[in-house]
């Protein structure tokens, strides 16, 4: 039976010009006190006087409805395990990441994978993210854990040909077993046409090679040809690290972003995770290549993830020089908390930063790399915009919030100051997720509760997954003592 929702005289409504935008090929415009209707999944109808059938209708005065966020790069099966114990971790001798010393050491058992997502599904949902890609290891269940907390899920299963780990704390070995990647691809595909099929409609699933210094050239490419010939993306991390860099010039002569272009892979319907570490990044010396060049020529895009790099000093070389030039950017969470809107001020800080230039990632740029420009990346040109024939992935926030006044600007209202504190309901392909600011679909106590339990777990075993033997508190210790 189908069932028409409409959201009556709303103040305002972020929608979708088609012939808006700076060079005219569509863009977001505010509207005021307009109708934006949805029957079932799909939107009917944004502009004044819906006069259609109604079965439901949802007052939209003092309402800011905005499109549902699109979180392009998201670890939720771990990373909300980490709150309290890296936040201030980076390794000195390995460019300051965290990647290769700590990550290992505080993962946390997979039987906990489940809470940790739904956990960070919770944050992501409060903030008005209703698409979210999670690159995670595929596991049993994953499917229709995710598929029932109301998001829609594109489901990244990362697989690799090597590990790595550090003996020292100043340099990193590799562990070879080709045949791992390979069955991580097979199994992949499995978990992505599990995806495919699920009823919701809301699941779907991205090739995910897990790194460029853990994959043979043969897995990434047998990836990419999956991936086209199925007509989905491929996420890879790429260019995120200095050791990563130092590696792969050391390896091929080639830079992260020359090798992946060499082997075939760099172009549209790639998306490299991160892309930071660019041969003209401040950090580098490798003058000779034009690494910023090739992203541009190549249509391949970038997943933009500013939260987990500020906190170890490292940041993006500028994500207001990567959107101008035409690289297709979206933004991930990839770290907790997995709060859209805090990821989108970050980015907006980073970027102004880096570039010296308060005019560098501008809020509209910011917007945008958060709904159309993560949509795009995906491979999607109907969620991240309020337009007819769009999905119902649809945000209400509370124009009369404190936080929200004075109200000259919404956007800028809502991603500056207010915050998901501000943010009351969220649909996600038609159905109400959010109610008046409670998530529906996660019982937050419970799963925070089990979360807490497995990083305990986690925390009693780190001297011996450390390769220097310390306890937690010599590896991460308390902000101030007294903490036993």
């Known amino acids: 039976m189908s069932r028409t929702t409409v959201i009556r005289n709303a103040d305002w409504v972020v929608a979708w010009d088609p012939a808006g935008g700076p060079d005219g090929a569509g863009g977001h415009a505010y509207r005021r006190g307009i109708d934006v209707a949805f029957?079932?999944?799909?939107?009917?109808?944004?502009?004044?006087?819906?006069?259609?059938?109604?079965?439901?209708?949802?007052?939209?005065?003092?309402?800011?409805?905005?499109?549902?966020?699109?979180?392009?790069?998201?670890?939720?099966?771990?990373?909300?395990?980490?709150k309290?114990?890296?936040?201030?971790?980076?390794?000195?001798?390995?460019?300051?990441?965290?990647?290769?010393?700590?990550?290992?050491?505080?993962?946390?058992?997979?039987?906990?994978?489940?809470?940790?997502?739904?956990?960070?599904?919770?944050?992501?949902?409060?903030?008005?993210?209703?698409?979210?890609c999670d690159l995670s290891g595929a596991r049993d269940g994953w499917v229709e854990e995710v598929a029932e907390t109301g998001i829609r899920g594109v489901l990244c299963p990362m697989y690799r040909s090597a590990t790595w780990t550090t003996k020292d704390?100043?340099?990193?070995?590799?562990?070879?077993?080709?045949?791992?990647?390979?069955?991580?691809?097979?199994?992949?595909?499995?978990?992505?046409?599990?995806?495919?099929?699920?009823?919701?409609?809301?699941?779907?699933?991205?090739?995910?090679?897990?790194?460029?210094?853990?994959?043979?050239?043969?897995?990434?490419?047998?990836?990419?040809?999956?991936?086209?010939?199925?007509?989905?993306?491929?996420?890879?991390?790429?260019?995120?690290?200095?050791?990563?860099f130092n590696e792969m010039t050391g390896r091929h002569g080639m830079t992260p972003v020359e090798w992946l272009?060499?082997?075939?892979?760099?172009?549209?319907?790639?998306?490299?995770?991160?892309?930071?570490?660019?041969?003209?990044?401040?950090?580098?010396?490798?003058?000779?290549?034009?690494?910023?060049?090739?992203?541009?020529r190549s249509g391949a895009a970038v997943a933009h993830c500013p939260n987990v790099f500020w906190r170890r000093g490292i940041a993006l070389n500028h994500v207001g020089r990567y959107m101008s030039a035409g690289i297709p950017l979206g933004l991930g969470t990839d770290t907790f908390p997995h709060n859209f809107l805090h990821e989108m001020e970050i980015a907006m800080v980073a970027g102004r930063l880096m570039s010296g230039d308060f005019t560098n990632a501008s809020t509209s740029q910011i917007f945008y790399a958060a709904t159309v420009g993560g949509a795009r990346a995906i491979g999607r040109d109907d969620?991240?915009?309020?337009?007819?024939?769009?999905?119902?992935?649809?945000?209400?926030?509370?124009?009369?919030?404190?936080?929200?006044?004075?109200?000259?600007?919404?956007?800028?209202?809502?991603?500056?100051?207010a915050g998901d504190r501000a943010i009351t309901d969220v649909y996600?392909?038609?159905?109400?997720?959010?109610?008046?600011?409670?998530?529906?679909?996660?019982?937050?106590?419970?799963?925070?509760?089990?979360?807490?339990?497995?990083?305990?777990?986690?925390?009693?075993?780190?001297?011996?997954?450390?390769?220097?033997?310390?306890?937690?508190d010599e590896m991460t210790p308390m902000v101030f003592p007294g903490g036993d």
């Not at 949802?58 to 099966?77: A, C, E, N």
């Not at 119902?392 to 991603?415: E, K, N």
């Open 39 to 82: 029957r079932d999944h799909e939107i009917v109808h944004v502009g004044p006087g819906f006069d259609g059938p109604v079965d439901e209708t949802v007052d939209g005065s003092g309402r800011l409805v905005i499109p549902g966020f699109v979180d392009i790069h998201s670890h939720p099966s771990s990373e909300p395990g980490n």
């Open 84 to 132: 309290g114990l890296n936040e201030e971790l980076g390794s000195p001798r390995l460019g300051q990441s965290s990647l290769y010393e700590y990550m290992p050491v505080f993962r946390m058992l997979p039987e906990g994978a489940a809470h940790a997502t739904r956990f960070a599904i919770w944050e992501m949902l409060r903030s008005g993210v209703t698409t979210y």
């Open 169 to 244: 704390g100043h340099s990193v070995v590799y562990d070879w077993d080709e045949a791992a990647g390979e069955r991580g691809l097979e199994r992949a595909v499995q978990i992505i046409d599990e995806a495919d099929r699920h009823p919701s409609g809301r699941m779907s699933g991205m090739m995910g090679p897990s790194q460029i210094d853990t994959c043979t050239p043969e897995l990434i490419r047998e990836s990419y040809r999956v991936a086209r010939e199925r007509g989905i993306t491929m996420q890879i991390h790429a260019a995120q690290s200095v050791v990563e």
């Open 261 to 296: 272009d060499d082997i075939g892979v760099l172009a549209e319907g790639t998306i490299v995770s991160h892309g930071i570490f660019l041969n003209d990044h401040p950090w580098l010396h490798w003058p000779q290549a034009d690494d910023f060049g090739r992203l541009v």
């Open 383 to 417: 969620i991240g915009k309020l337009e007819v024939g769009c999905k119902a992935d649809i945000v209400l926030v509370d124009a009369g919030h404190p936080y929200m006044q004075p109200l000259r600007d919404p956007i800028r209202s809502l991603i500056y100051s």
């Open 428 to 472: 996600v392909h038609g159905r109400k997720v959010v109610d008046r600011g409670t998530v529906q679909t996660v019982d937050i106590a419970a799963t925070a509760a089990r979360l807490n339990e497995f990083q305990q777990i986690t925390i009693s075993g780190v001297r011996q997954r450390d390769w220097a033997g310390r306890s937690i």
